[in-house]
């Protein structure tokens, strides 16, 4: 009994943890949304049923919404005395590095998306 429930909690957290990288977006709410097509802010056009990355999201265009999901890996468990990370937006990735010598990757324990 106990290990279900702490199999249950542990999927809550999971769940928990999965809606804050997924938004959703309906495109009622958006501006100059084309019929059959996704519009970004930023002017780009994706069809229905199509994905794109942007601003390091993935994202897919429904009939009624755009859903984006993060890709970034964000680090969470490190040495933060001794290092620093650094995110990098043209790959979209997080480096950790001692603050002394940046030169030096750190060992980084936990990762979280
Ligand atoms: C991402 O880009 C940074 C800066 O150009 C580079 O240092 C790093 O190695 C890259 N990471 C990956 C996983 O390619």
């Not at 709410?29 to 229905?48: A, F, R, S, T």
């Not at 468990?77 to 002394?100: A, G, I, L, M, R």
Request: with cysteine.
């Amino acid at each position: 009994m106990k290990s279900l429930l702490g199999s249950l909690l542990f999927l809550a957290t999971l769940v928990t943890a999965c809606n804050a990288v997924c938004s959703l977006e309906f495109r009622k709410g958006l501006p100059n949304q084309l019929p059959g097509e996704c519009v970004d802010p930023d002017g780009g056009k994706h069809p229905i049923n199509s994905f794109w990355v942007r601003d390091c999201k993935k994202c897919f265009c429904r009939e009624d919404a755009i859903s984006c999901c993060s890709i970034v890996v964000t680090p969470v468990s490190y040495d933060k005395e001794k290092c620093q990370q650094t995110f990098h937006p043209e790959n979209c990735t997080y480096s950790v590095v001692e603050k002394k010598n940046p030169g030096k990757f750190c060992l980084v324990e936990g990762w979280v998306l």
